[in-house]
């Protein structure tokens, strides 16, 4: 999925502006579009749905994750959440525990921020205009475009990576990045969807701003659009001709991290340690300790795992201590810097673990490959959001 921008907030009264502006004719344009995607849509959990939490929970799990991972994540999480107020109760390390696997923690973050924030100020209820929306903490201008149009129907036009892209070569538009060419691309959706408010049979601007993502997503695509497939094939400058910028390219780097295993009782732990709470990246997750390169450098991995992070690629090696008297890969974890607990395997999945952590802790069968445990069948009836869930039990090093 691309990443998503800017949306273009939009009142009744530039209606006519936009139409001045308008390259396309968005009535022909508009049929096109809903009559391919009415027939082509994929089905997706939040699709169709009526409750606006679920919808920004989607729209905010959308952005910069494929959506196959999103499906994964989505139910688990709304199980565990499935209230704004029970968001807003939770732990911060239970949220995150729950985003595990998405990337990104800074959504999940905001996300819990802006659930405290409506229930303490605004009675619980998510504002159901994009004006209002955009007020909320983490809520950018996409996010609040997306939620009032697909969850109010509210005739303001998104504009996410996917739009953007579709937009340019449908106009035969230079893909310029300048603050210009993106007021010229808002103005171009803004003359395209339509304005009726949801009737409660139809959903015109959230079904238009669906279809134009759905277009990009997955007819238009970024390296090899499938033209012949394209409902507005014949109202397209490029068809397929459209010259792209270079994205920045894939650096890659080389990683080492420690999987330390013991027996407690019956239980089995696992050596974890917990990333700073002022590092940039990830604070506050566990992951499984890092080693320095030259500290492994004759050993064998016991198992080696590629890790994409933006334009990152880790490659990852996984080593464990050679018997219980090979103490020279735990003396090898930078000392100063380690907060390090040993945490029982069956109480993984509440914990916040960084996606690599858990990438490997699955691979190597520590951890079972399920998101997320699930006591309760997805309900539209708000779970008592006050029951506590068991901590991960921790033992501090
Ligand atoms: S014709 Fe091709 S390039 Fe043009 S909008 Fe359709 S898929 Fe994209």
């Known amino acids: 999925m691309q990443a998503r921008q800017r949306s273009y907030s939009h009142s009744e009264s530039d209606t006519a502006d936009d139409a001045i502006y308008a390259e396309l004719d968005p009535a022909v344009f508009r049929k096109r579009l809903m009559s391919w995607y009415r027939q082509h849509a994929r089905e997706l959990p939040w699709r169709g749905i009526t409750d606006p939490y679920r919808t920004w929970v989607s729209e905010v799990m959308l952005q910069q994750t494929r959506v196959a991972a999103v499906v994964e994540h989505y139910h688990a999480f709304l199980r565990r959440f499935p209230t704004i107020l029970a968001l807003a109760l939770a732990t911060e390390d239970d949220v995150l525990a729950a985003w595990s696997g ?8 905001m996300l819990h921020k802006a659930a405290k924030f409506i229930t303490e100020e605004r009675g619980g209820v998510l504002p159901s205009t994009a004006a209002e929306l955009r007020t909320l903490p983490g809520i950018g201008e996409y996010t609040c475009a997306a939620i009032a149009s697909i969850a109010f129907g509210e005739g303001v036009p998104v504009l996410d990576g996917n739009v953007e892209r579709v937009l340019l070569r449908l ?4 893909e310029e990045g300048t603050m210009i060419s993106r007021t010229f691309l808002q103005r171009q959706a803004a003359a395209l969807v339509p304005r009726r408010r949801v009737d409660h049979k139809s959903n015109a601007a959230g079904d238009h701003n669906q279809a134009m993502m759905e277009l990009g997503a997955t007819i238009c695509l970024p390296r ?15 068809r397929g001709e459209h010259v792209t910028l270079l994205r920045a390219t894939q650096r890659s780097r080389p990683a080492a991290h420690l999987l330390s295993l013991r027996k407690r009782g019956t239980a089995t732990q696992v050596l974890l340690e917990r990333r700073a709470d002022d590092v940039a990246l990830m604070p506050g997750m566990y992951e499984l300790p890092p080693l320095p390169l030259d500290a492994v450098e004759n050993r064998e991995p016991m198992l080696r795992v590629r ?14 201590p050679r018997g219980s008297t090979d103490r020279a890969l735990r003396r090898a974890i930078p000392a100063a810097k380690a907060d390090l607990h040993w945490v029982r395997t069956n109480r993984l999945h509440s914990l916040p673990l960084t996606g690599l952590a858990r990438k ?18 997805l309900s539209d009836t708000p779970a008592a959001p006050t029951r506590k869930k068991p901590r991960a039990s921790a033992v501090k090093v």
């Open 102 to 109: 998405l990337g990104y923690y800074r959504r999940a973050r």
């Open 224 to 238: 090899a659009p499938l033209c012949l497939n394209c409902p507005v094939f014949s109202m397209c400058k490029t």
């Open 360 to 377: 490997i802790l699955q691979r190597l069968d520590v951890m079972e490959t399920r998101p997320v445990t699930l006591p309760e069948p």
């Open 171 to 174: 106009l035969g538009r230079p």
């Open 307 to 320: 890790h994409s992070i933006t334009n990152t690629n880790y490659y990852v090696q996984v080593f464990a």
